[in-house]
Every structure is written in C-alpha cells, then in structure tokens.
C-alpha cells in the first residue's frame, strides 16, 4: 500500500524538494509513497487572495484564517490523520515517526507568519508537532523532515532491513560511533589514526559488547535526558 501525505501549504512548489532525491525519491518514483499539495491561498474568497489578518487583542505579525483553511481542508477526499507542524507542539520522536510511518492517508498543515487561527485547530481535531525547541519560517521544512523521517521506514525504502533498528533513538539510546577503510588513516594532523581494535577482531559478540557501551556512554554525555 502506498503511504499518502496530503499537504496544506502556501508554497506547494517547495515539495517535493530534498524528497525527490536518493533513496525518498527512488521509494516515489516506485510508489511506496506519494504526496498532493493543496495550495491555502486558491482557497481565499477575495481578489487579494487574502490568507491572512490581524489577530484579535493586538500583537505582533499576522494569523492564517480559520474560514480559509477549512476550505481548503475539506477539499480533500481523505484528510486522514491531521497534524499541524508547530514548536508548541508533541516533540517528533522516533517512535511517533515509527507510529505515524503506518498513517495513511495523512495531512499535514503547514503555518506561515504567526500561525493558524486556533479555532481550526480545534474544530477538526489536529494534532501539533513540533520538530524542536526553536522557530522556522514556516511549516514547510518541518513537514519535510517529519515526512523523511517516515519515509525512510516504509517497507523496500531502506537497502538493509535491519538498519532502522540499528540508528540513534531506536533503542533509546544514541548510536554507536562508525569506522571504515582504510584501517590506519594519515590524518592532516600529521598523525596516523587507527580504529578500535575490537572493531577488527572478527568476535561478533564482543563488538556488539563494544557498540552498546558506546551508546550508552555517548548518550550519557550528550543525551542524559533519554536514560531518564
């Protein structure tokens, strides 16, 4: 089955964007997925073509109308399970990737200035996620991470199976540090730099000793947050 993300956006011409390159634009090429954009703006009743006005109580910037993205909302046969991408919203983690990876057909919402009229939100049940702690232009490169970060977990995308489960956040845990030819490597430092001997050893079992004692220790420094 095809995975399906409809997308709700004042500039439709910024997708497919990085998703039609390497391994997302292969999987599109090959249908394991694929994307329409509803661009808000067509939706507007006014000559202006107007999306946006002042928000009540004052402040800065301008909010993206109700009345419009509903109209453009509803001109999708199957929303789907809808989400806004927001930084007030659910934090994007691995496994709401994993969940939302098996959600097809999916809409995603796509703000520009400072955000969308509230009211929408509520009415038809979106959900908001965020992609991290700070603020982007638009919605727009965050639905693409959010999008790659599925994509890359649909069946056939990936060449090995079994990389998935080997990367950061799969396990809770950071992922392991990686070596690769050649062996003994004459750095610009002037110095000759080897790899782990254990990662030469042949032992399978102590380099999966070794892997998982590195993830804990990298996690432990840059990510105690995820022991907890």
């Known amino acids: ?64 109308r109700a009345d419009v993205i509903e109209s453009a909302l509803l001109s999708i046969k199957e929303p789907g399970r809808k989400i806004y991408l927001s930084p007030r919203g659910t934090p994007l983690t691995q496994n709401l990737v994993r969940e939302l990876s098996f959600a097809s057909p999916m809409t995603l ?47 056939g995308v990936m060449g090995n199976e079994a990389t998935p489960f080997e990367e950061s956040f799969s396990n809770g845990l950071l992922e392991y540090p990686h070596y690769t030819r050649p062996a003994d490597w004459a750095a610009a430092d002037g110095k000759t730099h080897g790899v782990p001997e254990v990662l030469t050893s042949g032992n399978h079992g102590k380099v999966a000793q070794w892997r998982q004692e590195q993830s804990k220790s990298l996690t432990r420094k840059r990510r105690p947050d995820l022991l907890k």
């Open 109 to 155: 919402l796509c703000g520009r200035y400072e955000g969308v009229d509230q009211r929408v939100l509520d009415v038809h049940g979106f959900e908001e996620v965020s992609i991290g702690d700070y603020v982007l232009s638009g919605g727009e490169p965050a639905a693409l991470i959010l999008m790659d970060a599925c994509i890359r977990l649909l069946p």
């Open 1 to 64: 089955m095809t995975w399906h993300v409809n997308i709700l956006t004042l500039f439709p011409e910024m997708f497919p964007g990085t998703l039609g390159q390497s391994l997302s634009g292969k999987a599109l090429e090959n249908k394991a997925w694929s994307y329409s954009t509803i661009s808000i703006r067509d939706f507007a009743n006014d000559k202006h073509k107007t999306v946006d006005d002042t928000p009540f109580g004052g402040g800065a910037g301008m909010v993206m």
